[in-house]
């Protein structure tokens, strides 16, 4: 099955700098990849994804990049602020047959400090 | 006009005594899913519905079973709760795989 993997777990920052998270994939056949923020007591929201056709997706402060050839993404979040500050998950997935499924990473704990 | 609904949002339930976790959906999803979520770690999925094919992960244990009688509606039966199980349970539901997950905003069983 599915593998993935995500560093840091722990990820502390200054106000202002960027952030990076990496996950790494096993299995070829996933073709979607999304991010998920999860502030505390609060449920998972995604905040951007990528499809295995794309290289990088921006959405103002956030960026994702896909290699497929190297079977990894990561996570850039720039200018970062107190209110980034949160859990957040990386996943794997593949469909669309009812034998599709997806694969969360261990998750980061990003702190931005004031 | 929340579109994941989970019921209830705390649940205290005693040792061995069969409970049930409640989710509905207004997005009409065909996949819906159960997961577990215990303290600083990633939600850990238990099961999910495409339609009503029914799949259950390998690790998930034989106390976990769900229903799903239609599109709108899952259940999660824990049949002998113990403290182990204790944690954040996460319904969610998506339009195929390749789409974003919708999660409710959890239950939180408490076993005493």
């Known amino acids: 099955g599915e593998n993935v993997e995500q560093h840091p777990s722990t990820l502390s920052v200054q106000e202002g700098d960027s952030a990076v998270i990496k996950c790494t994939y096993s299995d070829s056949a996933s073709n979607y990849f999304p991010w998920y923020k999860q502030e505390l007591g609060k449920r998972p929201q995604l905040i951007i994804d990528i499809r295995s056709n794309v290289g990088e997706k921006k959405d103002q402060r956030i960026a994702v990049t896909l290699n497929k050839t190297a079977k990894h993404f990561s996570l850039h979040i720039t200018e970062t602020q107190p209110e980034d500050s949160a859990v957040y998950f990386c996943a794997a997935s593949q469909g669309p047959t009812n034998a599709g499924k997806s694969t969360f990473g261990d998750g980061t704990t990003l702190t931005v400090k004031p | 006009d929340a579109m994941v609904i989970q019921n209830p949002r705390y649940q205290v339930t005693q040792f061995g005594k069969p409970v049930t976790l409640s989710c509905s959906q207004t997005l009409n999803h065909n996949v819906m899913y159960w997961y577990q979520q215990k303290s600083s770690q990633a939600p850990k999925l238990l099961f999910h519905y495409y339609d009503k094919d029914f799949n259950n992960e390998a690790d998930t244990p034989d106390n976990f079973q769900s229903r799903r009688p239609n599109t709108s509606f899952c259940f999660l039966d824990i049949r002998s709760p113990g403290l182990g199980d204790a944690a954040m349970y996460l319904c969610?539901?998506?339009?195929?795989?390749?789409?974003?997950?919708?999660f409710g905003q959890g239950t939180r069983l408490t076993v005493v």
């Open positions: 969610a539901t998506s339009q195929g795989f390749l789409g974003e997950a919708f």
